[in-house]
């Protein structure tokens, strides 16, 4: 598992189970991960944390790659995100 998805799912699980970190992490997600994991987000990066619902469910859309072709990686990557 790459580092980023092990974070998220850290995250993930720390939001379910500790209810002041989730609301810190959905009204500003760069304090949340320096106060839980010690990481500093760069400022010209802009983070953003939802939380889905019964009734409300986000796709994200990653960047388009450089190469305008669909590598088998990237169809991959696809797949292994849930909802």
Not at 27 to 47: H, M, Q, T
Not at 50 to 63: A, F, G, K, R, S
Request: avoid cysteine; aromatic fraction near 6%.
């Amino acid at each position: 598992m790459a580092n980023a998805e092990l974070l998220k799912q850290q995250l993930i699980q720390k939001a379910w189970e500790d209810e002041a970190f989730k609301q810190l992490l959905l009204s500003d997600p760069n304090a949340a991960l320096k106060d839980a994991f010690g990481i500093d987000v760069p400022a010209n990066l802009k983070l953003k944390a939802l939380e889905e619902t019964d009734n409300e469910l986000y796709l994200v859309i990653p960047q388009k790659p450089s190469n305008t072709q669909l590598k088998s990686s990237n169809l991959d990557a696809a797949e292994d995100s849930s909802w």
